[in-house]
């Protein structure tokens, strides 16, 4: 969950990181913090606060071997002791650390009680300094090495120690991948950090760690044995990471979907066999596992395989899944659902999957991540970088993405042609819809509201989900998804006259039932409005707002239907002055269960 940087080379590493950190930010913004190699001494500058709090804390340093951090919170307070860098005692060794160590409790009882360390932070990760330092004997690696033999939990850790030029990073758990740049390197969490200098990469693997030194690097399994490691070029440039004019990257997110959509399909509409899923058996049922965002995408992939394709579809919240007895067999397909590709929980449900011998597959975003790899096959979305934390192309990519899924599984050629033709049609739809004005005009009239509720039946549940969560989670305003059929079994207790409900309908089998609904709210005084592909005058007279959405076939629906409440969100958060692309306690990518 936190993000990590770290450059040995020619140039100023301190500017470099600092820049870098902010490209990171979106990992994790509670404190930050560097430490840097000058004269054999380490020096560390760190605070509470987001990076341009940091920014302000440098002095014109410059350094060439640099580790620094940007942090979100899992063991103690978000303050300057417990930001990142950390300090071993005697001061020779600096780390950073993203992810959990498990057993840190248990290994500072025995350095304090036995050995007499003094740890300054709350954290788990300060122990990791502690260890090096206590295992040291002339010999960094190999102090390096004994202290990743101790330490349980996950990592990506970079450490610097006074008395050698050299940087050493290991991962197991939490990403971390090199730059390999003209006679200088980085490592960081992801790449943005280091776009600008290079794009040749090496991902490191489960176990692996590296060491870094002066024009040379060498990649290493834990015990210590040398490895051949392939190195990558990344497939995009600084551009996708950068704002391009637009006030937030939420909304550069938002706009990008004509593209995302298309390029999610492209290339696999012709041959929908070779979509990247290799069956090892028959398989009886699907299990979708995903969190957040991704899990709303895989409750419509349910409404989708089963309505079209008659395949039992299971969708699970990850972290519940683990920690129960999951009722799984070999002739399932187990698949991940997840954006950053780095989400704990449906990680640990892959390899849970893995173990029972399940067809397992994934539907990722990021290249090369841990759950990709886990997964070994399954569809990529090419949706590129998605910084804003608000999930929002990676959710209609993942959408379309089942959409192949349904087609790999349905096998009928006829259907399988309808819908790629629909897939075709779509990114122009998306675009001419994007460049709808109504939805910034309703959310000036309702951006002051205490509490919304999102209402749709079947498909347009999950949209309805969807649509609450990303209006809650940037704009902190209570929301409520629910389906609209049970409205009346409990949520509409909470409809007065100032709270609005957003119906989200398709000219489908419930549409009737859903106005029926719609009629249920404005019998209580509640506002309505709607998101509809087909009014009618029942509609006119009862909805205090209309969405007008272009008509799409049923499968594509949830599309065209989330983007006004992505819009939404984004126009109400703006309008309450909302840290839209940083909302308070949430980080992009969840690494730690
Ligand atoms: O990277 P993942 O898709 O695995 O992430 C899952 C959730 O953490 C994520 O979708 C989260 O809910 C987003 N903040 C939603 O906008």
Redesign the pocket.
């Known amino acids: 969950m936190c993000g990590i940087v770290a450059y040995y080379g020619h140039q100023n590493g301190i500017s470099i990181s600092l820049k870098g950190l902010k490209r990171l930010e979106y990992r994790g913004y509670d404190s930050a913090g560097l430490a840097f190699l000058e004269n054999n001494q380490i020096n560390i500058i760190k605070n509470k606060g987001k990076i341009k709090d940091l920014i302000g804390l440098i002095n014109g340093e410059q350094a060439n071997i640099v580790i620094s951090h940007t942090r979100w919170a899992t063991h103690g307070q978000p303050n300057h002791i417990n930001a990142h860098p950390h300090f071993s005692m005697d001061h020779s060794i600096a780390i950073v650390h993203n992810g959990i160590i498990e057993n840190h409790a248990d290994l500072k009882k025995e350095l304090t009680e036995k050995y007499n360390y003094k740890f300054q932070s709350e954290t788990d990760s300060e122990v990791i300094a502690h260890l090096i330092q206590f295992f040291y004997q002339g010999n960094f690696e190999e102090a390096f090495r004994k202290m990743l033999s101790k330490i349980e939990g996950a990592f990506g850790i970079v450490a610097l120690h006074k008395k050698h030029n050299e940087l050493i990073c290991a991962r197991k758990g939490s990403p971390l991948v090199l730059g390999l740049g003209e006679n200088e390197y980085f490592i960081a969490s992801d790449p943005s950090p280091f776009l600008d200098h290079t794009k040749n990469v090496i991902y490191l693997e489960e176990k692996q760690m590296a060491i870094i030194s002066e024009n040379h690097y060498e990649v290493k399994d834990f015990n210590g044995l040398n490895l051949d490691v392939e190195m990558e070029e990344i497939p995009f440039g600084i551009e996708a990471i950068q704002k391009q004019g637009f006030k937030h990257f939420m909304l550069k997110e938002i706009n990008e979907q004509p593209n995302t959509i298309r390029d999610c399909f492209t290339g696999k509409l012709r041959n929908i066999e070779g979509i990247g899923i290799k069956l090892k058996t028959n398989i009886q049922r699907v299990v979708l596992v995903?969190?957040?965002?991704?899990?709303h995408a895989a409750l419509i992939g349910k409404y989708i395989i089963e309505k079209k394709s008659n395949i039992p579809v299971i969708v699970e919240h990850a972290s519940e899944f683990r920690y129960r007895k999951p009722m799984l067999f070999p002739s399932d397909l187990v698949m991940a659902?997840?954006?950053?590709?780095?989400?704990a929980d449906?990680l640990e449900a892959i390899r849970l999957a893995k173990k029972i011998g399940c067809n397992v597959a994934g539907i990722v975003?990021v290249t090369g991540s841990s759950?990709a790899k886990e997964c070994g096959q399954g569809i990529y979305l090419h949706a590129g970088p998605e910084i804003g934390?608000?999930?929002?192309k990676?959710?209609t990519s993942q959408v379309v993405a089942l959409n192949l899924l349904n087609l790999f599984l349905n096998k009928n050629p006829y259907y399988q042609y309808e819908i790629a033709e629909e897939l075709r049609k779509l990114p122009k739809i998306v675009e001419e819809f994007l460049k709808n004005e109504k939805v910034k005009e309703i959310a000036k009239k309702y951006f002051f509201a205490k509490h919304f509720l999102f209402l749709g039946r079947d498909i347009n549940f999950p949209v309805a989900l969807e649509g609450s969560?990303?209006l809650k989670?940037i704009s902190y305003i209570p929301a409520e998804g629910y389906p609209a059929g049970e409205m009346k079994h409990g949520p509409i207790a909470l409809i007065d006259s100032e709270t609005p409900s957003i119906f989200i309908l398709t000219k489908d089998e419930v549409y009737e039932k859903v106005i029926s609904n719609m009629h249920e709210v404005k019998s209580r005084q509640g506002k309505i409005i709607c998101i509809c592909d087909h009014v009618n005058e029942e509609i006119e007279q009862l909805a205090d707002d209309i969405i007008f959405v272009p008509k799409v076939i049923w499968e594509l629906s949830p599309i065209i239907n989330t983007i006004p409440l992505q819009l939404l969100a984004y126009y109400t958060a703006d309008l309450n002055n909302r840290e839209i692309d940083q909302p308070r306690n949430?980080a992009?990518?969840?690494t730690v269960e």
């Open positions: 995903a969190c957040g965002t991704s899990y659902i997840s954006q950053s590709g780095e989400t449906t975003n759950i934390v608000a999930s929002t990676a959710f969560l990303k989670e949430l992009k990518s969840v």
